[in-house]
T-cell receptor, first 117, second 113 residues
Framework: EAGVAQSPRYKIIEKRQSVAFWCNPI?????LYWYQQILGQGPKLLIQ????????DSQLPKDRFSAERLKGVDSTLKIQPAKLEDSAVYLC???????????????FGNGTRLTVT | DAKTTQPPSMDCAEGRAANLPCNHS???????VYWYRQIHSQGPQYIIH???NNETNEMASLIITEDRKSSTLILPHATLRDTAVYYC??????????????FGQGTRLTINP
């Protein structure tokens, strides 16, 4: 099966500019996640979707970050305006739902490396 | 949230078994232990998960102690391609039927030739 696709692979912007990342999950996966990974740290969950609804966005800096999942498939994560501390790798992951509980492991894309200068 | 503790780094000789420990003393009875690894410039890759019993797949074996307070990931014959950061994660906060994985700092495993 095709994996989780993300684009772009790399992005360099100046602070206060805006940027958007795109994710296409594995076909049929109902749950989609966006993680932020700062250099030297483990991934941190930003937002979690179940189909096209938000399940958890408690760690998302909502004053500058937004995310949507149109029609429960592709997803876009946006930052506006960007700050220097937003420099990180943004990872998208998806998982399947088995019955009433999510059991399938997360499948990650290779991420978008964002550098804010 | 159940938390995990892992050594920051480990070394292992190529061809030998790599044993990666993880402590999760506050784990709840219905929480699974997951292991992922991350090779440089790639996204995390699922390895294995378990609840109570030991598990084995084509990649690794997972040994969970009887009290479930710790576990060990075993790579039986480590190769240079197994050099990566290994994350031990306890699934937390099942919200609306969806799992939530909280990553720690992981163990940086280096396989030496």
């Amino acid at each position: 099966e095709a994996g989780v696709a993300q684009s772009p692979r790399y992005k360099i912007i100046e602070k206060r500019q805006s940027v958007a990342f795109w994710c296409n999950p594995i076909s049929g996966h109902a749950t989609l996640y966006w993680y932020q990974q700062i250099l030297g740290q483990g991934p941190k969950l930003l937002i979690q979707f179940q189909n096209n609804g938000v399940v958890d966005d408690s760690q998302l800096p909502k004053d500058r970050f937004s995310a949507e999942r149109l029609k429960g498939v592709d997803s876009t994560l946006k930052i506006q305006p960007a700050k220097l501390e937003d420099s990180a790798v943004y990872l998208c992951a998806s998982s399947s739902v088995w019955g009433a509980q999510v059991r399938g492991p997360l499948h990650f894309g290779n991420g978008t490396r964002l550098t804010v200068t | 949230d159940a938390k995990t503790t892992q050594p920051p780094s480990m070394d292992c000789a190529e061809g030998r078994a790599a044993n990666l420990p993880c402590n999760h003393s506050t784990i709840s009875g219905n929480e699974y232990v997951y292991w992922y690894r991350q090779i440089h410039s790639q996204g995390p890759q699922y390895i294995i998960h378990g609840l109570k019993n030991n598990e084995t797949n084509e990649m690794a074996s997972l040994i969970i102690t009887e009290d479930r307070k710790s576990s060990t990931l075993i790579l039986p014959h480590a190769t240079l391609r197994d050099t990566a950061v290994y994350y031990c994660i306890v699934r937390v906060a099942v919200v609306q039927g969806a799992q939530k994985l909280v990553f720690g700092q992981g163990t940086r495993l280096t396989i030496n030739p």
